[in-house]
């Protein structure tokens, strides 16, 4: 059973600095792509960054030049560095794994950690 794991959220004033980490267990195959989405409270779950097999990343705007995606050195491992950061990044911020074996589409989450930014 492939189990993500994060880890690192927490309580943090305006303008401080997070580092979210997941893990992963069960995988047999490196996942294409792994990302960072969240959810506050009253809206739906949205991406924050997420990262490609090849490299290749994408941020949501809001994350872009005070986020940053890394792929850990584990495999199926990645890492959020949240900089800068504001009272409207409060959510809960999932790990996520998606990609096609084949014709076989896959889709894991985990189940979250708390990020509260105070004012």
């Known amino acids: 059973q492939v189990q993500l794991v994060e880890s690192g959220g927490g309580l943090v004033q305006a303008g401080g600095s997070l580092r979210l980490s997941c893990v992963t267990s069960?995988?047999?195959?490196?996942?294409?792509?792994m990302g960072w989405y969240r959810q506050a409270p009253g809206k739906e779950r949205e991406l924050v960054a997420e990262?490609?097999?090849?490299?290749?990343?994408n941020y949501e705007d809001s994350a872009k030049g005070r986020f940053t995606i890394s792929r850990g050195n584990a495999r199926n491992t990645v890492h959020l560095q949240m900089n800068s950061l504001k009272p409207e990044d409060t959510a809960v911020y999932y790990c996520?794994?998606?990609?096609?074996?084949?014709?076989?589409?896959?889709?894991?989450w985990g189940q979250g950690t708390q990020v509260t930014v105070s004012s």
């Open positions: 996520g794994a998606h990609g096609n074996i084949g014709s076989h589409k896959y889709e894991y």
């Open positions: 069960g995988s047999r195959f490196a996942f294409d792509t």
């Open positions: 990262i490609r097999s090849g490299g290749n990343r």
